[in-house]
Nanobody, 125 residues
Framework: QLQLVESGGGLVQPGGSLRLSCAAS????????LGWFRQAPGKEREGVSC????????NYADSVKGRFTISRDNAKNTVYLQMNSLKPEDTAVYYC??????????????????WGQGTQVTVSS
């Protein structure tokens, strides 16, 4: 089974931080473009960030730029999303995704091959 499993979500107060992890099993991520998406209740899934193979390029949605950082550790077959200065509007289920061999448009979910089940992030006081 080829799987992506997210972890690290939870409840945090506004201004706080969380670090999401996404670990792959059944395949390696070395040459894949990796992305983070999120979906709030009643809203469409939106792209948050993506990172190219070996971390050479990163992209961020305007809504998170300067607050979130994407990174990867190919030795651990894992991609991370460090989220700082969290806002209530960041509340959503966060999904990681992998596009095999890269070369995809960052925020186009149709181009990603594997998806995690999601982890809930709630920002509330």
């Amino acid at each position: 089974q080829l799987q992506l499993v997210e972890s690290g979500g939870g409840l945090v107060q506004p201004g706080g931080s969380l670090r999401l992890s996404c670990a792959a099993s059944g395949f390696t991520l070395d040459y894949d473009t990796l992305g983070w998406f999120r979906q709030a209740p009643g809203k469409e899934r939106e792209g948050v960030s993506c990172i190219s193979s070996f971390g050479g390029r990163t992209n961020y949605a305007d809504s998170v730029k300067g607050r979130f950082t994407i990174s990867r550790d190919n030795a651990k077959n894992t991609v991370y999303l460090q989220m700082n200065s969290l806002k209530p509007e960041d509340t959503a289920v966060y999904y990681c995704a992998a596009a095999l061999f890269g070369g995809v448009k960052c925020y186009k979910p149709q181009e990603y091959d594997y998806w995690g089940q999601g982890t809930q992030v709630t920002v509330s006081s």
